[in-house]
């Protein structure tokens, strides 16, 4: 799956520091940032405003993945 990254919402922060992996279920398996695919980026990769994330899981991942950027407005 892709999702483009295109909130200031945990923005700046390292695939580490945001739990990535322990929160949603998903590995990260490139990052597409100003043009250039970084392809299996680390845990210290900074996740940036318009960034695209690949990263691979099942359906329920990929919406764990959605929630986690893209927060539920109450």
Do not use: C, M
Not at 1 to 20: A, C, W
Not at 50 to 67: H, L
């Amino acid at each position: 799956y892709t999702l483009p990254y295109t909130t200031l919402f945990r923005s700046g922060q390292s695939i580490s520091q945001l739990n990535f992996w322990q929160t949603t279920g998903a590995t990260i398996v490139a990052i597409l940032h100003n043009d250039e695919l970084v392809l299996s980026p680390g845990p210290y990769a900074i996740l940036e405003k318009n960034d695209t994330i690949y990263f691979v899981g099942n359906e329920t991942i990929f919406q764990n993945v959605k929630t986690f950027f893209y927060p539920p407005l109450d």
